[in-house]
């Protein structure tokens, strides 16, 4: 199901490691002070992993309320991008190659990429 997600009109992942223990609220300041989003976008999806890469959390605003998800992953892990502390748009695409353990974020791509520094 997480892997076949459609719909959001934009996917941005936490580069770096998150603290996987905090809920909604927490990661709705982590989006909003942190990477100077708005966790209210409607049909984003905002994506954390933490320690182990093996399991992340994502978030989303349907307009009403927040959707937390939360998935691990039970063979193989996750090649999350660990070398920045900021927010990265990624496309559908590379959404799906990183739940296929596939890199998508090289360093020289991170750089390309549009993100919200960290203040």
Same mark, same amino acid.
């Given at each position: 199901? $997480?892997?076949?997600?459609? +719909? =959001?009109? #934009?996917?941005?992942?936490?580069?770096?490691? %998150?603290?996987?223990?905090?809920?909604?609220? +927490?990661?709705?300041?982590?989006?909003? #002070?942190? =990477?100077?989003? %708005?966790?209210?976008?409607?049909?984003?999806?905002? *994506?954390?992993? +933490?320690?182990?890469?093996?399991?992340?959390? +994502?978030?989303?605003? #349907?307009?009403?309320?927040?959707?937390?998800?939360?998935?691990?992953?039970?063979?193989?892990?996750?090649?999350?991008?660990?070398?920045? #502390?900021?927010?990265?748009?990624?496309? *559908?695409?590379?959404?799906?190659?990183?739940? %296929?353990? $596939?890199?998508?974020?090289?360093? %020289?791509?991170?750089?390309?990429?549009?993100?919200?520094?960290?203040?």
């Amino acid at each position: 199901m $997480l892997s076949e997600i459609t +719909g =959001f009109k #934009e996917i941005y992942i936490a580069c770096g490691r %998150s603290d996987l223990r905090k809920g909604i609220d +927490g990661l709705a300041t982590l989006v909003k #002070e942190k =990477f100077n989003l %708005s966790p209210f976008q409607k049909d984003v999806l905002f *994506l954390f992993c +933490g320690h182990h890469q093996d399991r992340f959390k +994502g978030l989303c605003w #349907e307009g009403d309320g927040f959707v937390l998800l939360y998935k691990r992953i039970e063979a193989g892990r996750l090649k999350w991008p660990r070398n920045r #502390e900021e927010a990265a748009k990624i496309t *559908l695409e590379d959404y799906q190659k990183l739940l %296929s353990g $596939l890199t998508i974020l090289e360093r %020289s791509s991170v750089r390309e990429v549009k993100c919200a520094k960290i203040q």
